[in-house]
């Protein structure tokens, strides 16, 4: 299912099929949390951004509208009207953040709704066949995510437990099934090189389809996160897809491919641009300020998308402080489109092995604040 066709050091091109077409990667993946990317963007809209494959949640649609009321509407592609690739993960982050209303047991997650306080209770096996009725082409093992920094006992604890819950669902699974949707493990193990490598040493063995870095974005500073990803990647199996989780900003991306990341995904492009931070290739700007009030300039001049192909800076602000949802939705759509633009520079550069020039190009650059 994974085809790797060039590396640069560390760093990968490949190809993963699935069931509803093939991937390119290095890729980025549009956050749609609850069938819908946040800000008014449609399927449609996501191809038209360059979008390959979607990640969808697993804990907010088993709320609502239920795993059974998607099977019944097509699945989640036919729900939302989506004909590419698609990934759920298993809600493990989202039992994270819900840590107050929590109990960890070796048997699974006992949990409050957010939405009206009903209790859940979410097993290994119970996770898998919520994402198997979603319809996703790739699905996470339930995994339990710890924030940085954590003691070492329990962080050990945490993730021997993580890998008998992916035993269990490897079991439950009985193996690949051929042209069908695929489960990825998670890698976890805090901040501790040992523990990370005990933990992709175990899980490895399991022979999974894809791997994930979980755990990771939650605390740590980010010269620990990348000191992380060098000591784990060296002990993912190589013919298999790396998938770094909830990461993150297009410095992060860049830095972690050169470590041999294939996947990533992230909620921070469409939230930043809700709240009027877009991205450029020279720079992150903030259209709430004062500065871009008659601002005639498109966000970036070299942008295709329908934002910078046809307004200002100033009407874009304009909407944002007139609180008009146009602004949502073209901010949405112009950093989407920077980061599928991004991550088809980075395939390119892979491609044409200019891959370190581009890193050394935009190192702390794309990431600050633009000048202009």
Known sequence: MFTLTKTDGSARLGLFSTPHGAVETPVFMNVATQAAIKGGLSALDLQAVGCQIVLCNTYHLHLRPGEDTVAKLGGLHGFMGWDRPMLTDSGGFQVFSLSKFRKITEEGVAFASHLDGRRIFLTPEGAAEIQLKLGADIFMALDECVGNPAPYDYVKRSAERTARWLERTALYLGGTRPGGPVCFGINQGGVYGDLRVDNMKRIAELNMPGYAVGGLAVGEEIPVMYHVLDVVTEHMPVDRPRYLMWVGTPENILEAVARGIDFFDCVMPARNARHGHLYTWRGRINLLNE??????????????????????????????????????????????????????????????????????????????????
Do not use: W
């Open 291 to 372: 500065r871009y009030k008659e601002d005639c300039r498109p966000v970036d001049e070299t942008c295709p998308c329908p934002l910078c192909k046809t307004h200002s800076r100033a009407y874009l602000r304009h909407l944002f402080k007139a609180g008009e949802i146009l602004a949502l939705r073209l901010g949405v759509l112009h950093n989407l489109t920077f980061y599928n633009t991004l991550m088809g520079r980075i395939r390119e550069s892979l491609e044409n092995g200019t891959f370190q020039a581009l890193r050394t190009q935009y190192a702390g650059v794309l990431d600050g604040r633009a000048a202009v």
